[in-house]
């Protein structure tokens, strides 16, 4: 008997490494003997660095950055595998790193995102992955390529210092000076919205109050959007519009394919592929997956949705314990995932699930191996 362990991480009580070991041991107790493997995984949010930087071994980067206000910033990234680099861009722009009282996205910038990235091309890593959620940016990715070398320039031909509010100021492009390192490196993105830049679906209006945007600072932001996706058609012949997932990070997705030609791509299937999830699944009889909550989201660019597709890809069952159900959580059944047990065992409130997660996950993993042990008995009757 093979088992694979790849759960996301219970946010705030129990990370994917810590419910490998809980696995591992429960294993042990109904089914002495058995081979277990673990990996840790992450879905492109948060986490996601550790995870990958976990499962292979890697190092992360520390250096100091401009945050979301240009304000110096501690930030970081993931080295692994030689040629490789991983980068959150909420590390570096990220809405948590903007009091509540200044969140405005006419004042903030993706700049320090753009340095991690000039950071891992000087350093020579030439495979770079990119998970962009949890920004406080609408920049359209101005911030980010001008870190690389790109020049923003208003009418009069002065550089812009690419916040979301030069969005309204931008009237011309100049890319002549792009990193060099950019034409021989490959980037991905981890993304899983579809948004396109402009528009009621588009970077400003979805995303944009989140990020402290008022109505009336949102219609601004919107007009500059629409301003900046036409300068892109004209100077680089990009319809950016067209570009499902050019929305993502308040337009950085946009940027990410206009300038560096960077492949969008599931931040499930990135982090599996990066931590070459297909080949553990080699002679495995059953993978145990889980997450913290599990509702119908969980169906759409989720941790256990992602393992759960390539896995019935080969035949592998796969059973899910996670801390609790939401609605409509059976959707995932769809998804490869065969059976969900949820940790909670009784009534309690959030304060103490939260306060007993180590103790009822054992619970939950030594019930999910019993039901496995019980049921192989009724199969052999």
């Not at 595998?81 to 590390?91: F, P, Y």
């Not at 319809?239 to 997705?253: R, T």
């Not at 619970?363 to 191996?369: E, K, Y």
Request: net charge negative.
């Amino acid at each position: 008997m093979k088992f694979l362990f790849a759960s996301d991480s219970f946010k705030g009580t129990l990370s994917s490494e810590r419910i490998t070991q809980l696995l591992e041991a429960a294993a042990g107790r109904t089914f002495p003997g058995c081979e277990t493997a673990g990996v840790p995984v992450a879905d492109g949010g948060e986490g996601t660095i550790d995870a990958v930087i976990s499962a292979l071994n890697g190092t992360y980067r520390r250096l100091t950055v401009h945050g979301p206000l240009m304000e110096e910033a501690q930030s970081f990234y993931g080295e692994f595998e030689g040629d490789s680099a991983i980068i959150e861009m909420a590390a570096a722009s990220g809405l948590p790193m903007v009091p509540a009282d200044r969140r405005n996205p006419l004042n903030t910038t993706t700049y320090g995102t753009g340095e991690l990235i000039r950071d891992a091309l000087d350093r020579g890593y030439r495979k770079i992955s990119i998970a962009i959620g949890g920004s406080a940016t609408n920049d359209g990715g101005m911030g980010a390529m001008r870190a690389l070398g790109v020049r923003f320039l208003d009418d009069q031909g002065n550089e812009l210092e690419g916040r979301g509010r030069d969005l309204t100021r931008v009237a011309d492009i100049d890319a002549s000076r792009m990193h060099p390192a950019v034409a021989q490196a490959g980037f991905t993105v981890m993304c899983d919205v579809t948004n396109p830049l402009t528009g009621p679906d588009g970077a400003t209006y979805t995303f944009g109050k989140q990020k402290g945007g008022t109505p009336e600072i949102l219609d601004v932001l919107e007009g500059g959007m629409v301003r900046y996706a036409a300068l892109l058609k004209e100077k680089l012949g990009v319809d950016v519009d067209k570009i499902p997932g050019a929305g993502a990070a308040g337009g950085l997705g946009a940027a990410f394919c206009v300038f560096l030609k960077a492949n969008l791509k599931s931040g499930i299937d990135t982090v599996l592929d990066l931590v070459h999830f297909d080949s553990l699944l080699e002679g495995v009889d059953l993978v145990i997956t889980g997450e913290g909550r599990m509702d119908w989201q969980s169906a759409f660019g989720k941790v256990p949705s992602g393992i759960g597709k390539r896995c019935r890809e080969r035949g592998i069952p796969v059973a899910a314990i996670v801390g609790g159900m939401g609605d409509k959580a059976e959707t995932i059944f769809d998804y490869g995932i065969d059976s969900i047990m949820t940790t909670i065992n009784g009534s309690m409130d959030i304060e103490e699930a939260l306060e007993r997660a180590e103790e009822l996950y054992i619970s939950a993993a030594d019930r999910t191996f019993r039901m496995l042990k019980a049921g192989m008995s009724l199969g052999r009757k």
